[in-house]
């Protein structure tokens, strides 16, 4: 328990200049393919192409982690035949680059309920998340099958599961390392690519004092640059942690009353 990283609504964490973690929703891949007259699974295709592109900005730049969302757990609602093409992109996707993660000590994870994949796609995932689990880089997040509420009903199951008695009653400490990113600092930074200005049930309870940004640009198109305006974005603002203007000039890092 004395390991977890800082809660956002019990302590207030230490904001460097450069976000120690960027949560991104990858949307606008079928629009892109749109667009080009193309079929919208070559969008999710590029949108590939436009991740790995991001990963090594966020390694070069020295971001600590880099969480994507891949696949909701709504996604499912989606014809047939695109969600089976989505299947084997990732499948393809572990298969084809987990060497190359590793090569370039970055640390894979997946998160989400993987009780609906394939047998194939289930150990694959086990095998790339072993293969670079002691690399110390960047820690790249994968979130497939995967919606906040799932996150926060699997967290107190787990949490009920091991202390029964916390049925009578619980803390914010008591939840936390049962929630899918329990080991990792709170994103500082939130994209979303493709224009929409929702949060489509990722992240609900990580995202509590993260940075919203939003941009027109659609995931296929999202590069080095646009990751760079997104940070230079993010830099302009003030966080507060509740706390007003006054106090961050005056006191720079000083902690509220709970954790004085
Ligand atoms: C995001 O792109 C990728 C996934 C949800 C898998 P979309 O497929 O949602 O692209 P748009 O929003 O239809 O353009
Ligand atoms: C959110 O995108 C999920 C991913 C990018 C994986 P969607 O395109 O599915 O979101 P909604 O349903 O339009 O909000
Ligand atoms: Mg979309």
Redesign the pocket.
């Known amino acids: 328990m004395a390991n977890l990283p800082p809660s956002s609504t019990r302590t207030i964490p230490d904001i460097a200049n450069v976000p120690r973690h960027i949560a991104i929703i990858?949307?606008?891949?079928?629009?892109?393919a749109?667009h080009r007259f193309m079929p919208?699974v070559m969008?999710?295709q590029r949108?590939v192409d436009a991740l790995r592109e991001v990963v090594k900005a966020c390694r070069s730049l020295g971001v600590e982690y880099l969480t994507v969302?891949?696949?909701?757990s709504e996604?499912w609602r989606?014809p047939a035949d695109?969600v089976s093409f989505?299947m084997t992109l990732f499948l393809k996707m572990l298969e084809r680059e987990a060497a190359n993660l590793h090569k370039n000590n970055i640390r894979l994870r997946i998160i989400g309920d993987r009780s609906r994949f394939n047998d194939k796609l289930r150990q694959t995932m086990q095998e790339a998340e072993q293969l670079t689990a002691n690399n110390n880089a960047l820690t790249l997040t994968i979130a497939a099958n995967y919606g906040g509420r799932w996150d926060v009903m699997h967290a107190v199951q787990g949490m009920l599961e091991d202390h029964p008695h916390l049925a009578q009653g619980f803390t914010e400490e008591d939840l936390a390392p049962y929630l899918s990113m329990s080991d990792a600092p709170e994103p500082d930074l939130f994209i979303r690519t493709?224009g929409?200005q929702r949060i489509s049930n990722f992240m609900l309870w990580q995202l509590a004092y993260t940075e919203l940004y939003f941009t027109e640009i659609?995931?296929p198109a999202f590069g080095r640059e646009e990751l760079e305006d997104a940070i230079v974005s993010y830099q302009k603002r003030e966080r507060r942690f509740g706390r007003t203007s006054e106090q961050l000039l005056a006191g720079g890092q000083s902690q509220d009353k709970r954790d004085a």
Do not use: P, Y
């Not at 969302?69 to 909701?72: I, L, T």
């Open positions: 990858m949307d606008g891949n079928g629009r892109w749109k919208r969008g999710h949108g969302f891949a696949f909701s996604n989606r695109e989505l493709g929409e659609l995931w």
